[in-house]
């Protein structure tokens, strides 16, 4: 079933609660692949009804990014979240979410200053004013997101803790190809040759955590391998690596298991994001 209207989500997910059910969330900005839809799975696993958004929020683009060109495919979505019984698809439009006059935001902690934040003034601002509302609209027991935006995930964590959210967090590991790529609806962007080079992001991941595996934890040094893996693929600029602390994300010199490697690069006009945790590597 698809739900349009924030009245209409607010009724059904009473229902839900109501009749005792547990809803699961998924909130997405479509053109859906494998890596959303084992969010459902997920979603699924510790729910009794799902629901997943489909809402390219124009909150998170900055002025000069791909708001416009963001790939959609409605009847194409439509079809996958069925064949992973998603049972309500909320696809509310921008009026629905911003109403004229909508002007309040919410305001992200010092760990949205770095990396994707930085390079994004406003970005997870964006990112958390949506959260927020779509979670008083669908009202989830559980919501699920992908590891694949490290970040996020962790500034939406840090939300619903310091704003007593009653509402379970699931983090689900990074869907990738079988080359390493990370699954991303920005890969539509890539021609055939950026494609061959974009493996690139997920070989200098390895590549570090195979050092770290190795018994190194310095930062820099982590990091170096990595840049210089990656200059076996001359297509793919590096607009930064970096060994992060888990939560609070600032630069860490040592990188402890749990610690993160973020990475951040262009091929051709596309930007791509990746991370891996030490520790846990990449399958
Ligand atoms: P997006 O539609 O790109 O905003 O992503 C919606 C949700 O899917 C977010 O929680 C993302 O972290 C998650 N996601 C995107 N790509 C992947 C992936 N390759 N693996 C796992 N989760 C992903």
Known sequence: ??????????????DQRAAGRRIGFVPTMGYLHEGHLRLVDAARAVSDVVVMSIFVN?????????????????????????GRHV???????????????????????????WWEGEVRPGHFAGVLTVVAKLFHLVMP??????????????????????LDWPVALVVAPTTREADGLALSSRNSYLSGEERRQAVGVSAALRAA????????????????????ALQMYPGVRPEYIAVAEPDALAPAASAGAGCLMLIAVRVGSTRLIDNVIFGEGIP
Do not use: C, N
């Open 1 to 14: 079933m698809e739900i349009t209207t924030a009245a209409g989500m607010r009724v059904w997910s009473a």
């Open 58 to 82: 124009p909150l998170q683009f900055g002025p000069t990014e791909d708001l416009t060109r963001y790939p959609r495919d409605l009847p194409r979505d439509r079809a996958l979240a069925a």
């Open 87 to 113: 049972d309500v698809l909320f696809l509310p439009d921008a009026a629905t979410m911003y109403p004229p006059g909508s002007d309040t935001r919410v305001v992200p902690g010092p760990a949205a200053g």
């Open 141 to 162: 027991d559980v919501s699920v997101f992908g590891q694949k935006d490290a970040q996020q995930a962790a500034l939406i964590r840090q939300m619903v803790r310091d």
């Open 209 to 228: 955590h195979e050092l770290w595996r190795a018994g190194e934890t310095a930062a820099d040094r982590l990091e170096a391998a990595a840049r210089v």
